[in-house]
Nanobody, 123 residues
Framework: QVQLVESGGGLVQAGGSLRLSCAAS????????MGWFRQAPGKEREFVAA????????YYADSVKGRFTVTLDNAKNTAYLQMNSLKPEDTAVYYC????????????????WGQGTQVTVSS
């Protein structure tokens, strides 16, 4: 079992920055991948970014490419999502997720989920 706990959400003005954290505990190994997803009111949960647990490769949705950066601190078993140049349309509940094997943009392929953290970007 893997447990995930997100933190770092909040209210920020457009153009500002936030860093989300996802602390992982339990049986997580270098063969896992971590994903970040978000869900706005009335919309489906969508892929944001993903990274292999080894940290060797990452992957971004087009909507956040160049603004968001996903990283890992293996010593702390924590994944981060640095969000810069935030826009009102980035407002959503952000979730981290973990899966065994290669990272994926499909939410259905992830086995473990955090509880989510709210990010609100004001215009």
């Amino acid at each position: 079992q893997v447990q995930l706990v997100e933190s770092g959400g909040g209210l920020v003005q457009a153009g500002g920055s936030l860093r989300l954290s996802c602390a992982a505990s339990g049986r997580i190994y270098s063969s896992y991948a971590m994903g970040w997803f978000r869900q706005a009111p009335g919309k489906e949960r969508e892929f944001v970014a993903a990274i292999s647990w080894s940290g060797g490769s990452n992957y971004y949705a087009d909507s956040v490419k160049g603004r968001f950066t996903v990283t890992l601190d293996n010593a702390k078993n924590t994944a981060y999502l640095q969000m810069n140049s935030l826009k009102p349309e980035d407002t959503a509940v952000y979730y981290c997720a973990a899966k065994y094997g290669m990272y994926s943009s499909s939410r259905y392929s992830y086995d473990y989920w955090g509880q989510g953290t709210q990010v609100t970007v004001s215009s």
